[in-house]
Each structure stands twice: as C-alpha cells, then as structure tokens.
C-alpha cells in the first residue's frame, strides 16, 4: 500500500518566516511532486523532482524553492512567508517511465500565514 | 500548453438522478485524460483514466476528440459519491494538469 506522508497537517506561520514542508513517500517512487489547491483554482504544480537532486519548474514556482537530497523525502520551501501563501499543500508521488503513471497524494498541510 | 476546464463549481443532484460532470481541455497532440476524486477528509485519488475504459464506482468517461472533452457520467448518483472531483491531463511525461475542481453533492 502506497504511502505518503506530510510532516505536518496544520501549520501557522507569520509573515517573513521561513518554513519548511516535508513530504515522504515508501514506494521507491523516483517522481515527486508539490501542488498547492486554492478552491475555485483547483490544483496548481509548484514543483516536481524526477530524481534526487533534480528538479523541475511547475506552474507557479515563485516564492518556493525545493529540496530533495534523498528518494524517498522531498521538501518544499517558503524562503519568506507572505499571506498569499496561505494554501493546503499536496505532495504526491509516482513511478517513472512509460507514458503515464498514477500519482499518489499525501493527506495536505493547511498552512496558514498570518 | 495543455489547460483543462470544468464549468461547474458545484453539482448538486438528487439521490438516483444521473450525473455528467463536464471537463473540456485543450491539447494539439493525443492527450491522456484523468479523474481524480477527494473524498471528505480522505487524500486525492485516481478515479479514472481514459486509455483504461473502466467502469470504477459505476462512473464511466468517455473522450471525445472532436469535442474535446472527457465528462464524467453515472446513470444512478449515489450519496457516497459526494466528493471534489478534477479532471487532469498529461501532455505526456508524468506532469498533470488539473482543472479548478467540481464540487458534487448528492441529496436525499
């Protein structure tokens, strides 16, 4: 059973802090991803990692940068947290190869900047 | 690039009434279609793909190149189906592109 898990499920941060998310996945997956879902704006990719070390623009990096110095852990990064950040954010991960496969999400971090 | 519009926020049918959530995309080459569910309180998950032609959870999608759209269909709504559900798309590689998301309530 696939598994991916987000360190935390409620965050409250102030503006300017830095604040760490981590995603963690045991299925060996060599892809990982980063989304934030904003209702009326659905899922949007800030990043994603094909492999440790890489890493790949998504729709709205800005403000984010990532981190993924081993397989299984993938983090995302707010340098300097600003109100328009706050997002649930989704982690999900999937094999490589092939056309296309499936992605599996982790539960969500509500983060919340004040 | 690719884009993926669903035109409803919100659907809201009766209990054993049919559902058609609509999903319409824009893509040049041979796009693979996608629907992702959350349920309430539960992780997103894969629903259905096009390429596989299934039947999960009695919901059925159908692509349709010269419309180019992939709506969802269920003859009989169900109240446990209930739930968020995205149409995503892959121009190829492992990247989705997710819709904005339709909120489907099944009432009694």
Not at chain 1, 79 to 85: C, D, K, M
Not at chain 2, 1 to 19: C, D, I, N
């Amino acid at each position: 059973d696939v598994k991916v898990t987000q360190s935390s499920r409620y965050l409250v941060k102030r503006t300017g802090e830095k604040v760490f998310l981590e995603c963690v996945q045991d299925m060996d997956h060599e892809n990982m991803f980063w989304y934030r879902q904003d209702p009326g704006l659905g899922l949007r990719l800030i990043y994603f990692s094909y492999d440790v070390k890489m890493k790949e623009k998504g729709d709205i990096p800005e403000g984010y940068s990532v981190s993924r110095e081993k397989k299984e852990r993938f983090s995302l990064i707010l340098e300097s947290a600003s109100t328009n950040q706050t997002s649930m954010y989704l982690c999900a991960s999937s094999f490589a190869g092939g056309t296309y496969n499936e992605q599996f999400f982790g539960p969500g971090t509500r983060l919340t900047v004040l | 690039a690719q884009r993926v519009t669903q035109p409803e926020k919100l659907l809201s049918v009766f209990k054993g009434a049919p559902v058609e959530l609509k999903c319409n995309y824009s893509y040049s080459g041979s796009p693979e279609l996608f629907w992702y569910v959350q349920y309430s309180r539960q992780r997103l998950q894969l629903l259905l793909r096009h390429i596989s032609r299934e039947s999960i959870k009695g919901f059925t999608a159908d692509l349709n190149k010269g419309e180019t759209s992939f709506h969802l269909k269920k003859p009989f709504a169900q109240e446990e189906d209930s739930a968020m559900y995205y149409c995503a798309t892959t121009g190829g590689g492992n990247k989705l592109t997710f819709g904005t998301g339709t909120q489907l309530k099944v009432e009694l």
